[in-house]
């Protein structure tokens, strides 16, 4: 499956929240976490926009083991940051019961721009994870883009981590998901014909003042105006590495898949954007506990079900790469077990209290370190 002329390199961003150890809800001192974090690991800890969240990336990995281990010691090195503040880490896509108007915006140029422009949306701290996967050609990453759209979600579905929003139930499994579609430019985007209507559309939203530049679209799926990536950022920050490291296995699959497919130009289903965004609602709505959007064949199908049949269409590039027997596996213990939604869900069952699940999402963080 893998191609000569693209390397399909993997780098990955988590968005983190900071813990008070004592009050359990966030706490806005990303000033002092990173400037220990740093001196391990450089400018790959990075403010964001609350002073309550950090961001951490992994360098450009080659192989799914090193993606593993790039997180691993990402983690603890950002655990041990906090750890020195007196501080927690905790990796999921919400927090349960801190409320946005007791959150501050980072005092950075950029960040205060995005304030001043989104108003509330800006101020609702949501934490998400972004999977880079490299492909130079720009043409062909865009085909790819049309075509892993039908994929994203069930992918979402898998990720969810986010159940709680202000202390209460939100009756979805990945609430960020809600709260994030609000922005402008989010959600799946649309079908390109070709690189310059992708263009096209990108300096129309400049020009109108839509957003500042590129960098402010935050479709779900986009071309990174960074790297010469393809950037997937559908998924809800995910509790643990093993959880990351099925993302991103996945993720590369499907880009690999739809690279073969563009390269031999087959044809592929053009999905209205109404279907597409209905899928992805229900996939927030219900992770994986529910029924998933077939968009192709138009039908409703259990969410184990759709999920095997992404499994089957991208089993040729899992196990081109080797990474078959470890994906295959970790999806279905995340289909046993629940993704992790429902996870925070019955430890809340089980303790009732809130500041117990934050308590729990922190100790989940650290599984797999050697904690």
């Not at 883009?145 to 202000?166: C, D, G, Q, T, V």
């Not at 400049?206 to 679209?217: M, N, Y």
């Amino acid at each position: 499956m893998s191609s000569q002329s693209e390397p399909f390199t993997m780098g990955v961003e988590e968005e983190y929240q900071i813990i008070d150890p004592v009050t359990y809800e966030l706490s806005s001192s990303s000033s002092a976490l990173l400037s220990t974090a740093q001196q391990t690991l450089g400018d790959k800890a990075q403010p964001e926009l609350q002073l309550s969240q950090v961001e951490a990336a992994t360098p450009v990995c080659r192989s799914l083991p090193q993606v593993r281990q790039a997180l691993i010691h990402m983690r603890r090195e950002m655990i041990a940051a906090a750890s020195r503040q007196k501080k927690y880490l905790a990796a999921a896509g919400t927090h349960p019961f801190s409320h946005w108007k007791s959150q501050h915006i980072t005092p950075t140029q950029r960040y205060q721009e995005i304030a001043e422009a989104q108003q509330r949306l800006a101020r609702e701290p949501v934490f998400g994870c972004h999977v880079h996967i490299g492909v130079e050609d720009r043409e062909l990453a865009l085909e790819v883009m049309n075509r892993a759209r039908i994929w994203l979600a069930p992918l979402l579905a898998l990720a969810s981590n986010s159940p709680f929003w202000l202390g209460q139930e939100s009756g979805y499994a990945s609430f960020r998901t809600m709260l994030w579609s609000r922005w402008p430019t989010s959600g799946p985007p649309q079908h390109f014909t070709c690189l310059s209507e992708y263009e096209a559309l990108l300096r129309a939203l400049v020009a109108t003042g839509s957003v500042e530049d590129a960098t402010k679209i935050y479709w779900d799926i986009r071309l990174s105006e960074r790297f010469k990536t393809i950037e997937f950022r559908v998924a809800d920050c995910c509790l643990t590495v093993d959880e990351a490291v099925m993302m991103v296995g996945l993720i590369r699959a499907v880009v690999q898949t739809c690279y073969e497919q563009a390269k031999g130009k087959e044809a592929f289903p053009l999905v209205r954007p109404e279907l597409l965004r209905a899928a992805h609602w229900r996939a927030a709505r219900y992770g994986v506990s529910s029924e998933l959007v077939d968009v192709v064949a138009q039908c409703s199908l259990p969410a184990a079900v759709m999920i095997e049949k992404m499994l089957t269409v991208l089993r040729p590039a899992l196990e081109a790469e080797g990474n078959w027997d470890e994906i295959a596996c970790l999806v279905q213990e995340t289909l046993r077990d629940g993704n992790g939604a429902t996870r925070q869900r019955a430890t809340y069952q089980r303790t009732g209290r809130m500041e117990e699940v934050v308590d729990w999402i922190v100790t989940e963080t650290r599984k797999g370190l050697g904690y």
